[in-house]
């Protein structure tokens, strides 16, 4: 048998072993970023005491056979909300629940707070949902914002499989996000400073006053979708390059390996 009959195998397990690492590469590529984006997220995630926030909670659908039909929200009951209103999403109900609260809160001006909105509940109408591959924008105005560190607003999600996703663990102050974070409002607190960035992109979307995001629809989806995107290429274009480099290195294994295959096949050579 001669050495190029034997070294042949052997480079096309190589090939098939570098094709493998690629494709392993380019998968991560695609769904890290899909996983970093799998939160539900209020933004923005800051707000002045006294002051009136406008808060957008963007739901992402995960599941990739169910869609989102209800989104319930839970508001504080420690510093409370003493109003809330909310922008109409077009095909969904909305309930603001009011309830009595256990212990008064003083609001500081010399009023006390005996009931407050308690939860908000979005529910989607027969036939329509968050489909899988898609997020939903849910908006509130809640004030006045009481003077607290933080406020931790659990968010329910209900598949049409009956499948009910927990937003409500507490991200913990090193910013390492547990599976199912809740969102979290700061007030006089400084937020982690290991958040990840997706919540500042979706700062930037909800600046936009009501009667704009009215008038471009779901554009506003779109400019959101849009920069993921291109982070989403950023990340492929970089792993393709480091492939084309992977796959020069083993072509050029194999022309030498071609070149001492002949050489070790001229007359004299085979066993």
Do not use: C
């Amino acid at each position: 048998m001669s050495v190029s009959a034997v070294t042949a195998p052997r480079r096309r397990r190589r090939l098939a072993s570098g094709a493998a690492t690629v494709a392993a590469l380019l998968g991560l590529a695609v769904l890290a970023p899909a996983a970093a984006q799998a939160h539900v997220r209020v933004s923005p995630d800051q707000a002045t005491p006294g002051s009136y926030a406008v808060l957008t909670f963007r739901v992402p659908t995960e599941s990739a056979t169910a869609s989102t039909v209800k989104v319930e929200l839970d508001l504080p009951v420690d510093h409370p909300f003493s109003s809330v209103s909310y922008e109409p999403v077009p095909g969904w109900t909305t309930q603001i629940v009011t309830s009595k609260l256990d212990t008064p809160v003083p609001t500081g001006n010399g009023a006390t707070i005996t009931e407050a909105p308690t939860k908000v509940t979005w529910t989607a109408e027969k036939g329509r949902g968050v489909a899988p591959g898609e997020f939903q924008r849910f908006t509130i105005s809640a004030g006045a914002v009481p003077e607290t560190g933080s406020i931790v607003l659990p968010v329910h999600q209900t598949y049409s499989d009956g499948e009910v996703v927990d937003w409500s663990e507490p991200t913990p102050a090193s910013g390492e996000e547990p599976e199912h974070p809740a969102p979290t409002l700061y007030i006089t607190q400084a937020p982690p400073s290991a958040q990840d960035d997706h919540a500042a992109v979706d700062d930037q979307t909800a600046q936009a006053t009501p009667e704009v995001t009215a008038a471009t629809g779901d554009s506003t989806s779109s400019g959101t979708s849009a920069t993921a995107d291109a982070a989403l290429v950023v990340a492929i274009v970089g792993l393709v390059l480091g492939a084309a480099g992977l796959f020069v290195g083993l072509r050029g294994r194999r022309t030498r390996d071609d070149a001492a295959a002949r050489t070790d096949g001229r007359p004299g050579t085979e066993r």
